[in-house]
């Protein structure tokens, strides 16, 4: 994602960004030509799409945050969001070390709430064993390519 001072032709210069920790992401680029800002706020859900499409923000990283709306953003408001019978909660599943190896390649910026959409999936699943088969198995699942 890149943003472009028009007036300039130039394209603008990452320069804050922000995760209050309600998911709410705030990001300023600057024009280093006329010197022009322009911030980006982005809702929860906004925020949860950017980071499922895989778009890291600016060049810094920060401490992972757990975003509590992964679940129903990514259910989609489904009926039985909330009914289904986990065996598992999502803190118990395990992973195995080439699953652990593969989530580290995930950006920083998104990596809790990766680590977090694959734990609650496999929960769901009631899989107590994360590995890269089942993380192929969700993400083609939950239709999140390029996690
Ligand atoms: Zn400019």
């Known amino acids: 994602m890149k943003f472009l001072c028009v007036s300039c032709d130039r394209v603008m210069a990452f ?4 995760i209050p920790g309600d998911g709410t992401l705030a990001a300023v680029f600057v024009c280093d030509s006329c010197g022009r800002e ?11 799409l950017v980071s499922s499409l895989g778009v890291k923000i600016g060049g ?13 953003n990514l259910e989609g408001g489904r009926a039985d969001a909330f009914e289904g019978e986990s065996r598992l909660t999502p803190g118990a599943v395990q992973w195995d070390a ?9 950006p920083a910026f998104v990596r809790g709430m990766v680590k977090r959409i694959y ?28 996690m």
């Open 15 to 18: 320069a804050e960004r922000q």
């Open 119 to 146: 734990a609650d999936w496999a929960a769901e699943h009631g899989i107590p064993m994360i590995t890269t088969a089942v993380m192929d198995r969700a993400r083609a699942d939950l239709g999140l390519e390029g």
């Open 38 to 48: 322009i911030a980006m706020l982005a809702n929860p859900m906004e925020t949860q």
């Open 60 to 72: 810094r990283t920060v401490p992972e945050q757990p975003l509590e709306h992964t679940r129903t």
């Open 98 to 106: 080439d699953a652990m190896h593969r989530l580290q390649r995930v």
